[in-house]
């Protein structure tokens, strides 16, 4: 399978845990996106990247949030100190990135976290 | 008021029916528009990208108004299987390109 993949695909924590998901993008995809979705909403935009570089981060995203894509490949997300409202699937998706113009992303299946 | 905004629905509608939602953007300087697809506890995919003059893929006609600051999509002769939700994209570029996400129009398609 050459789609995006996301580990682990569920996680169930306990309030002041940290946890951490891994995307895996499409290989040849340099831009890459993290995103949080929870029901009846779309997707909220978290963070983004080109190649290794985090370009982006939303003003919503508090300082508990951290992500890494340290060889421009594969990326990280951490939550520290968990809340139950961070409970919801996080997304990630990918895409080629040209220069100055949108590109269709490709999402893979997400992580839905629970926080008890 | 937010950046995208989408009629929720549920649009209940029977087999070949012609439906069309509506998604309105607060930002004048958006400069890109997506419909993507999302099927029930699956991930978003791109339906159509949204083009100034208009443009249309087989029975899905997408439309974008800049000076009322919306975009539609209409879907000709539905069938079951278009039974989703359908997103607005809107994306703004700020020297990079942020996408965002309208809440989702439900469709169910009913024999």
């Known amino acids: 399978d050459t789609g995006v993949s996301q580990n682990p695909r569920h996680k169930i924590t306990k309030r002041g845990q940290n946890v951490t998901f891994r995307c895996d993008p499409i290989?040849?995809?340099?831009?890459l996106y993290w995103y949080r979705q929870t029901l009846g909403q779309g997707p909220e935009f978290l963070t983004y990247?080109?190649?290794?570089?985090?370009?982006?981060k939303s003003r919503l995203l508090s300082d508990r949030f951290s992500a890494e894509r340290p060889k421009g490949s594969f990326s990280t997300l951490e939550i520290q100190r968990t809340e139950q409202g961070d409970s919801a699937m996080y997304l990630c998706a990918s895409s080629t990135g040209q220069a100055s113009s949108y590109n269709e992303q490709f999402f893979g299946p997400g992580t839905r976290l629970t926080v008890l | 008021r937010k950046e995208v905004e989408q009629d929720p629905g549920p649009f209940n509608v029977p087999e070949g029916a012609t439906v069309a939602f509506n998604c309105t953007y607060s930002?004048?300087?958006?400069?890109?528009f997506f419909w993507y697809r999302q099927d029930c506890r699956k991930e978003p995919k791109l339906l159509m990208s949204?083009?100034?003059s208009g443009n249309e893929d087989g029975r899905f006609t997408a439309q974008l108004n800049r000076a009322s600051q919306y975009i539609s999509l209409l879907i000709r002769d539905s069938k079951l299987s278009d039974s989703a939700t359908y997103l607005c994209v809107v994306e703004t570029s700020g020297g990079s390109y942020i996408p965002t996400f309208g809440r989702g129009t439900s469709l169910i398609v009913h024999p």
């Open positions: 949204v083009y100034s």
């Open positions: 990247f080109q190649n290794e570089a985090q370009l982006e």
């Open positions: 930002n004048s300087a958006s400069q890109s």
């Open positions: 290989s040849e995809h340099n831009r």
